[in-house]
């Protein structure tokens, strides 16, 4: 069975980030001006550095800081940006590199070739940011330094200040500019969402592909594999947005299977169910996907009844989004349509009203519904000053929790699991056992999960749905019989 593509790696403009810096400033500006700081000093960042594995000189494959590509867009390691903030100026200090790296690494690139690549203003050597940046300075006293640092709500690790020998000769401010710039990266230009349609676009293809050429028998790293082949042969995506989740039977209960100690090894058997988590990174740009299906190509009563509780809570969600809807209500939303589905299967029993309020959605969905989505897949902004974390279960969980806005790009990903480590502490206790029709939920012990995740752009009257990829039951088991998609079905939106 050959796959093929009909998709080409489209061309980065170079304004793009041209555009994203002056956001940054002009939004930078405004604060300084409300809060009565002259309009001085520069913005500076330190790219990302070179890794070699351990003590080895093995050199692991090299990613840019995520802030730094915002910005900047440089793919290659040891560069510092800058921007002058009264004049709007861009500046690149590129390392000054050995004359030997011509002979192992490849030519090395004039100055010039930095400058038009990247469209800044100059570029200059590293070891000479002191007198350049003192060259530029107009003011009296020592040049002000505008510094990354501050908390990423997801990791709960903080970005790393530029540093470079001479830093004494500057001032320094650390709390102004990493709000800013995170909040600046929440909305999305248009060039900007061009690359994350094509990251999502090759990545709903390769999903495609591997649904296509599943068989009962395989092992889940090969799933993986045909991913990977497909979005870095026919998308160029040579880095992965995050490690490919190829979860199957029970294993699709662990909400973040593939990791090392569980490496997508296991033969699948007939009967499965697969839960995919996979999206490709294209130009630093990520995709969010997660597909759900049985690796027989044909779903059983069970596994539909909660496939179809998973993809109502999906689709009603995507079509409720737009400005001003909460996130945290569309988390509820989600909860809500999934009890609802499983006491209407028989897998619970009573008022769902009150298993809300006993926070029994989190039983079967312990994760936040999505998460801001861009150069990262976990994108920052989602807990701005002001902002809350809930302690409840699930909603503890949440990513953010703000009021959905125009150009804002999040993830959907309802799930179902039954996952032993909630279900029975719940099961057992007093208050909530009640809810629970025991006979019936040991049918599920072994299930696993499902979950199904799309990105979606939120527009000025609704949502795109920017994945695209079978939803349906008779969709998917249409494919795996070896039916054509697209379809002429589209994907949900509410635009």
């Not at 010039?112 to 070891?127: A, C, G, H, L």
């Not at 569980?262 to 169910?273: C, H, Q, V």
């Not at 049918?443 to 752009?457: M, N």
Request: hydrophobic share 35%; aromatic share 10%.
């Amino acid at each position: 069975m050959a796959s093929s593509s009909s998709l080409s790696p489209p061309k980065v403009p170079k304004e793009l980030y041209f555009i994203n810096r002056e956001k940054v400033l002009n939004s930078l500006r405004q604060h300084l001006t409300e809060t009565s700081r002259p309009l001085h000093g520069f913005v500076l960042l330190q790219g990302g550095e070179e890794q070699t594995r351990y003590c080895t000189d093995h050199l692991e494959l090299f990613r840019q800081e995520s802030y730094f590509a915002y910005l900047f867009g440089v793919i290659e390691p040891g560069f510092y940006g800058a921007i002058d903030i009264a004049t709007g100026k861009s500046i690149l200090f590129a390392p000054r590199l050995p004359p030997d790296y011509a002979v192992w690494l490849g030519k090395i690139k004039p100055l010039s070739y930095f400058q038009e690549k990247y469209m800044v203003n100059m570029v200059y050597y590293t070891d000479e940011i002191v007198g350049v940046l003192q060259g530029h300075h107009k003011e009296p006293g020592k040049p002000l330094l505008f510094l990354l640092h501050g908390l990423n709500t997801d990791s709960n690790n903080f970005s790393k200040p530029a540093q470079f020998e001479g830093m004494e000769k500057f001032e320094t401010e650390l709390n102004t500019l990493h709000p800013i710039l995170s909040e600046c990266r929440v909305f999305k230009s248009d060039h900007e969402l061009a690359l994350i349609q094509f990251a999502n676009d090759i990545s709903s293809e390769a999903h495609v592909e591997v649904m296509k050429k599943t068989r009962v028998g395989m092992k889940e790293y090969q799933m993986e594999s045909m991913f990977l082949h497909h979005t870095y042969m026919y998308g160029g995506c040579r880095h992965c947005s995050y490690t490919c989740i190829c979860a199957t039977g029970e294993n699709s209960a662990v909400l973040h299977y593939g990791h090392v100690a569980a490496p997508n090894d296991r033969t699948f058997e007939d009967g499965d169910m697969a839960l995919l988590d996979m999206g490709a990174e294209y130009q630093f740009y990520g995709s969010d996907i997660t597909c759900s299906f049985p690796v027989n190509g044909k779903f059983t009563s069970d596994q539909s009844l909660i496939y179809n509780a998973v993809l109502k809570a999906h689709n009603a969600v995507i079509n409720a989004m737009k400005p001003g809807v909460c996130w945290v209500d569309m988390h509820k939303l989600a909860e809500k349509i999934i009890l609802e589905s499983l006491k209407k299967g028989g897998v619970m029993v009573g008022n769902v009203d009150e298993m809300m309020a006993a926070r029994l959605g989190a039983v079967f969905m312990p994760h936040g519904l999505g998460h801001f989505l861009g150069i990262d897949t976990h994108d920052p902004g989602g807990y701005p000053k002001g902002t809350e974390r809930s302690k409840e279960p699930g909603l503890k969980s949440l990513r953010t929790v703000r009021e959905l806005q125009e150009r804002m790009v999040i993830t959907v990903e309802p799930g179902c699991y039954f996952i032993d480590a909630l279900l029975v502490p719940a099961m057992e206790n007093e208050s909530t056992s009640k809810f629970f029709n025991h006979e019936v939920i040991g049918r599920f012990k072994d299930f696993g999960g499902v979950r199904i995740e799309s990105d979606v752009l939120v527009t000025a009257n609704g949502s795109k749905n920017m994945t695209s990829v079978p939803r349906e039951i008779s969709d998917i088991e249409a494919i795996m019989a070896g039916a054509p998609w697209p379809s002429n079905k589209t994907a949900p939106s509410n635009s």
